[in-house]
């Protein structure tokens, strides 16, 4: 991130905005908790915290009808040429109620009805701020500890220099995460699973990997996706997109979407770009 750039941290409720603020307070940012929206265009003016500390701005719907302007706050701050990134947390509507059931809390927008009904509302009033969103994160399958990784991932590095590439692997069976921005389907390449000796393992370790990258037309599948997003890389900075999910997936998550993801991470980066890969279904099996 430069210098001058706030984080905006919203998304549904249940979904962990704690858990990233405080990632984010041991990461060294400043975080300013439950902001009503009209006072954001005054601190993103300031661009910088505490002691020279990245500001993070939480901001959702315990904000009562305060938090019905924050799309009008987000206009101005487009409109004043302000610099901040929107980050949006989200999970499947089953993960969320079975969150709220665990800690016996109501949703904020329940009121005296089904904890569904108050996650609907809250889904109905986030729309238009979840399409504006720069950086979408699915908490679906994500603990604690992998959320908070997660955020050191993305934001550990404090400011950013170039677009930072996150090569997601996935299991189809669990669905296609909701934060992906380019969905890959590697599930036309011979799957190992069916070859004894490599079931157990993942696409991680080297036998896999060269039985996948060995496949015949996988090795040049690779390098011409490759060269379609570095045909893409000065779009996206053009259109001040620095935080892209390439999810790849096959089946189980376990094998071949493993083994790409590594490799297009590693062809990817460079010098004046960041790109990883994370693995959200390995060991589901």
Known sequence: MTSNETLVLTGMSGAGRSTVAHALEDLGWYVVDNLPPALLPALVGKGTGSQGKEYAVVVDVRGGHFFDELTAALAELKKNGSAYRLVFLDATDQALVQRFESTRRPHPLQGGDRIVDGIARERAKLEEVRAECDV?????????????????????????????????????????????????????????????????????????????????GVSEFVKDYVALINSMVPGYMNEGKKYVTISVGCTGGKHRSVAIAEEIARQLSSNDRSAYATHRDVGRE
């Open 136 to 216: 979408a994160i699915d908490t679906t399958n994500l603990n604690v500890h992998q959320l908070e990784k997660r955020i050191g991932e993305i934001f550990g590095g404090g400011k950013i220099q170039g677009i930072r590439i996150n090569v997601l692997s996935f299991g189809y069976k669990y669905g296609i995460p909701v934060d992906s921005d380019l969905v890959l389907d590697c599930r036309f390449i011979p799957n190992p699973h069916w070859i004894p000796e490599l079931r157990p393992l993942t696409g991680l370790t080297t036998q896999v990997s060269e039985k996948v990258l060995g496949s015949e």
